[in-house]
């Protein structure tokens, strides 16, 4: 009896030190879960430049209902040459597109309407001096 009665008290012991790490996971597991909350929200919160390369290129799936009568196109962008394409989206369906490019150093902004392609250029140079530009285009 004695030998039966030693091993419940042991039985106990373990089940208070199981108890206890359980309890230590627990508020550890919170404490990561925090954390990582913090990070996730730090990283949305930081703005990163992204670098492309010549033949590089990004893919958005949608960009919006481009046929529609207004879209805004907003980007920060610190030019390198004198030329480049900025942002393009096209419905192949009904042949819309809307593109931000760097010309000649000057930024133009380009959309069709039906048949008719409308261009609007900037009187602002951007090109090669190290600043970031915003451009905010409208149509």
């Known amino acids: 009896?004695?030998?039966l009665a030693e091993q419940v008290t042991d039985i106990q012991a373990e089940q208070t030190k199981?108890?206890?790490l359980r309890g230590n996971i627990t508020s550890k597991m919170a404490a990561l879960r925090e954390k990582l909350r913090l990070a996730q929200e730090k990283i949305a919160n930081t703005?990163?430049?992204v670098r492309f390369g010549d033949k590089t290129t990004i893919t958005i799936n949608r960009v919006g209902n481009l046929t529609s009568l207004f879209n805004e196109l907003q980007?920060?962008?610190?030019?390198?040459t004198r030329d480049s394409l900025l942002f393009f989206a096209e419905n192949?369906?009904?042949n819309a597109?809307?593109?931000l490019e760097i010309v000649t150093s000057s930024v133009?902004?380009?959309f069709n309407l039906h048949?008719?392609?409308v261009s609007i250029v900037s009187p602002v140079q951007v090109c090669c001096d190290g600043e970031w530009f915003r451009v905010l285009a409208t149509r």
Do not use: G, H, R
């Open 97 to 99: 597109f809307i593109s």
């Open 108 to 110: 133009k902004f380009s």
């Open 47 to 49: 703005k990163q430049p």
């Open 115 to 117: 048949a008719y392609v």
């Open 1 to 3: 009896m004695n030998a």
């Open 92 to 94: 192949p369906i009904s």
């Open 75 to 80: 980007l920060e962008f610190k030019a390198e």
């Open 18 to 20: 199981t108890s206890q």
